[in-house]
């Protein structure tokens, strides 16, 4: 069965420190997501992507966050300067017809 | 805004007992549902999901979910459970008059499963 993949799996940095998570979505899948969960808390959607393109953003996607698939299979989360709070584990969605598909996760521990 | 309310953030079971997860949302405007499930150190699978049609829904692993309109529930249930069940189990609503690029997720916070021996 297709599936979701991401890496890395888990990845500690330095508060302050650039940050590039990585996502090959569902081969046929357009349209992409990343989510967060903060340890002990709810999914939350940061951002949605189509054709290129942000599509829909949540408020926790503020300008330290870019979205971008640079050769067509990759979809990458980039964090400019992570902060202590940007700990959590990230998803990776795709989407087909009425179901959202999620990668493994990335669980980002920044110290 | 939709939003969605999981009333217990820990369930204990004993095996074989029957288990019934709470779910109740709030939205707008009509709603697709869906139970994920997160098993330790995993990502978030699919159990199974309402678009619509019949209210009662059946899942992988033997899980079972009924949709109701009035109570604005989708709880959750499954007659016997393993201790392999054990898992945090998520529900979720999206708009459906949305699609594709809009379609995202509201989450609920969890109710954790705990099956003991």
């Known amino acids: 069965e297709p599936e979701v993949t991401q890496t890395p799996s888990h990845q500690v940095t330095q508060m302050g420190q650039e940050v590039i998570l990585r996502c090959v979505p569902i081969?046929?899948?357009?349209?992409f997501y990343w989510y967060r969960q903060i340890l002990g808390q709810k999914v939350e959607f940061l951002v949605s992507?189509?054709?290129?393109?942000?599509?829909?953003k949540s408020e926790i996607f503020d300008d330290q966050f870019s979205v971008e698939r640079p050769d067509g299979s990759n979809f990458t989360l980039k964090i400019r300067s992570t902060k202590l709070e940007d700990s959590a584990m990230y998803f990776c969605?795709?989407?087909?017809?009425?179901?959202?598909?999620f990668g493994e996760g990335s669980w980002l521990t920044v110290v | 805004a939709q939003s969605v309310t999981q009333l217990d953030s820990q369930v204990p079971v004993f095996e074989e007992a029957p288990v019934e997860l709470r779910c109740n949302y709030s939205?707008?405007?009509?709603?697709?549902l869906f139970w994920y499930v997160q098993y330790p150190n995993q990502g978030l699978q699919l159990l199974l999901k309402?678009?619509?049609?019949?209210?009662l829904v059946k899942g992988i692993n033997g899980f079972e979910a009924e949709f109701n309109k009035s109570q604005t529930s989708f709880h959750l249930r499954k007659p016997s459970v393993h201790i392999s069940d054990t898992a945090e189990y998520f529900c979720?609503?999206?708009?459906?008059?949305?699609?594709?690029?809009?379609?995202?997720?509201?989450f609920g916070k969890g109710t954790l499963l705990t099956v003991n021996p």
């Open positions: 309402y678009l619509s049609g019949s209210t």
């Open positions: 939205s707008s405007v009509s709603v697709y």
């Open positions: 979720a609503v999206s708009d459906s008059s949305s699609g594709g690029s809009n379609y995202k997720l509201t």
């Open positions: 992507f189509y054709n290129n393109e942000i599509s829909e």
């Open positions: 081969s046929n899948h357009l349209y």
């Open positions: 969605a795709s989407y087909s017809p009425y179901t959202i598909y």
